[in-house]
């Protein structure tokens, strides 16, 4: 799980030296990918997730070189439109690898919180990607701004859950080493 919450911290943000992110996309899914193959064991879904990741890899290594928020040309836009569909379909994965891993805990406040944010997540990103194919027909564009803060929003809480699932424990635990009863 360490790995999986590097990994989109990595994604999520971009600091940018000249035209090169010196925190790029492809090391971040590389962590998440990582991550996903070390919890295949336990979760055969996340086998999945971290051959997608490995995907990501190599579709994101262009955001490395250009800053996709400042480039207006057509083909860039459509990249950066199939970049975060396919952003969604790996967040999709790694849900369903956090609401196993919630059921397996049984702990019933994140098993909640998770499906609360996998909703109201999968459900704004959806529409987000929906009001861009229309953007364009748009006169004005100051509305792309508030999505654009709203997003980064969904992507810090996606985040924060991430996290409090890696800090939780199981609620019953059971013993590792079955004791002898006299």
């Not at 055969?44 to 490995?54: E, L, S, T, W, Y």
């Not at 860039?76 to 805990?105: H, P, Q, T």
């Not at 909640?112 to 959806?126: A, G, I, K, P």
């Not at 803060?149 to 890696?166: G, N, P, Q, S």
């Amino acid at each position: 799980m360490n790995l999986i919450f590097w990994g989109y911290l990595f994604v999520l943000l971009q600091f940018n030296i000249e035209m090169i992110d010196i925190l790029p996309d492809p090391i971040g899914y590389c962590l998440i990918a990582s991550g996903c193959f070390g919890l295949r064991e336990h979760y055969p879904i996340a086998q999945k997730a971290g051959i997608f990741a490995v995907g990501m890899i190599f579709v994101s290594i262009p955001t490395t070189f250009v800053n996709l928020d400042g480039v207006i040309s057509f083909g860039w836009g459509i990249y950066s439109a199939g970049l975060l569909f396919l952003k969604l379909i790996l967040a999709y994965a790694v849900f369903l690898i956090l609401k196993r891993i919630v059921e397996d805990y049984e702990h019933t406040a994140l098993i909640n919180r998770t499906n609360t944010v996998f909703t109201f997540y999968m459900t704004f990103n959806l529409l987000s990607l929906a009001f861009l194919s229309f953007s364009m027909n748009m006169p004005s564009h100051s509305w792309l701004a508030v999505v654009a803060i709203l997003t980064f929003i969904m992507e810090i809480i996606f985040i924060v859950l991430i996290r409090a699932i890696r800090n939780a424990e199981p609620v019953h635990a059971e013993p590792i080493i079955d004791a002898p009863i006299n």
